[in-house]
Every structure is written in C-alpha cells, then in structure tokens.
C-alpha cells in the first residue's frame, strides 16, 4: 500500500485531479470521509450511553425483584447488612479524615498521601492514627537524617579558611624574604596583590 502511494504521488505525468483519483482508487472501500466517521463515532457514543442506561435500569429492577422475592427475616437480615456496610464505610471514611491529618505534616504530595491514607486506613481510628505517627516519625527521622549527612558533606567540602601570618597583607620586605618558589606562587595565586608591591 505505502509503495503504491509513493508511486502515485511521485508520479508527475498526473495532475492533482488524476492524483486525487488514483488515491481513491487505491484506498477503495477503506476510504472513509471524516464527516461519516465522526457521525458513526457519535452514533456509538450515542448508542454506549443508551445501553449503560438500560443497563443500570435493568439492574435496578433486578435488585428490586431479588427484594421482593425476600422472607421478612431476609429483609431484616439484608437492612442490618446494609446498615453495618454503611457504619464500616463510615468508619474507615473517619480514620482516613485523621490519617490525612497526620501525615499531611510530612507528605507534601497529594497522590503519595493519598495512597498512604488509604493504604493505612482501617475500621480503628485509633489503630490508623497510631500508624500514621509512626509512619510521621519515621519520614522525620529520615529528613533529619538524611539533612545532617548534607550538612556534613557541606562543611567537609567548604574550604578552610586561612588564618595567622599568611593573610596578612604582603610587603616588599616580606616578599624578598620567601623563597624563589614562593614568590612565583605568590604571583601565581595573587597577581593584583604582586602588582602592588612593584608599581
């Protein structure tokens, strides 16, 4: 297909028209023009809609008949699970309240406290919130720890700074006293001070 294309497209006895023509050709009965193929993708998003319709319908009937269909101790039975489903997701609803509460102390990042919340989240609050401040003191030991090393290999790695006879100013005499290979590195490391002393 993409040789034969080329071929048309590169072919320069043929015209736009001619060329037009031949891509169809070559295309056939997969061409689509873009106003049908958007009509038939709104149609399926259409049709889609419909059918999620029908089917939460047909699932709300079914669930009414399965009601229906109940003994009186079922019912009963069946309110009482829905009543302690309900409590239970409550339940867990609070302790994910104070979970996040916690943690947001030390986990900036909305997806990762997220995750943690609902990871660590249970039915007991207290359990979740203890959980939460170990996991708070962990991460902090861990920043602290992690800040100290940093601190560390930043004063090992600031250069000393000199002191005494050194870094006083230099002076003829003082200059004429070092050595050859002092004096050049003198000059070296402080060419201003070096123009000093001689203009």
């Given at each position: 297909?993409?040789?034969?294309?080329?071929?048309?497209?590169?072919?320069?006895?043929?015209?736009?028209n001619?060329?037009?023509?031949?891509?169809?050709?070559?295309?056939?009965?997969?061409?689509?023009?873009?106003?049908?193929?958007?009509?038939?993708?709104?149609?399926?998003?259409?049709?889609?809609?419909?059918?999620?319709?029908?089917?939460?319908e047909?699932?709300?009937?079914?669930e009414?008949?399965?009601?229906?269909?109940?003994?009186?101790?079922?019912?009963?039975?069946k309110?009482?699970?829905?009543?302690?489903?309900?409590?239970?997701?409550?339940?867990?609803?609070?302790?994910?309240?104070?979970?996040?509460?916690?943690?947001?102390?030390v986990?900036?990042?909305?997806?990762?406290?997220?995750?943690?919340?609902?990871?660590?989240?249970?039915?007991?609050?207290?359990?979740?919130?203890?959980?939460?401040?170990?996991?708070?003191?962990?991460?902090?030991?861990?920043?602290?720890?992690?800040?100290?090393?940093?601190?560390?290999?930043?004063?090992?790695?600031?250069?000393?700074?000199?002191?005494?006879?050194?870094?006083?100013?230099?002076?003829?005499?003082?200059?004429?006293?070092?050595?050859?290979?002092?004096?050049?590195?003198?000059?070296?490391?402080?060419?201003?001070?070096?123009?000093?002393?001689?203009?």
């Amino acid at each position: 297909m993409d040789e034969e294309l080329s071929n048309v497209l590169g072919n320069e006895d043929l015209d736009s028209n001619a060329k037009a023509e031949a891509i169809k050709k070559l295309i056939g009965a997969n061409y689509v023009p873009t106003k049908k193929y958007s009509d038939d993708v709104t149609t399926v998003k259409n049709e889609n809609k419909q059918l999620k319709t029908s089917i939460k319908e047909k699932d709300t009937e079914i669930e009414g008949y399965k009601n229906s269909q109940l003994t009186d101790d079922q019912k009963k039975q069946k309110e009482f699970d829905d009543i302690a489903n309900t409590k239970r997701d409550l339940a867990i609803e609070r302790s994910q309240i104070q979970a996040e509460k916690i943690l947001s102390k030390v986990v900036s990042d909305d997806k990762e406290l997220e995750i943690l919340v609902k990871g660590i989240s249970s039915e007991d609050m207290e359990a979740t919130k203890t959980l939460a401040q170990e996991l708070v003191n962990t991460i902090t030991k861990q920043k602290e720890a992690t800040e100290a090393k940093i601190r560390e290999e930043l004063i090992n790695d600031t250069p000393k700074p000199k002191g005494g006879e050194a870094d006083k100013t230099m002076t003829k005499d003082k200059f004429s006293k070092l050595s050859y290979n002092e004096q050049v590195k003198f000059k070296i490391e402080n060419p201003e001070g070096y123009k000093q002393l001689f203009n």
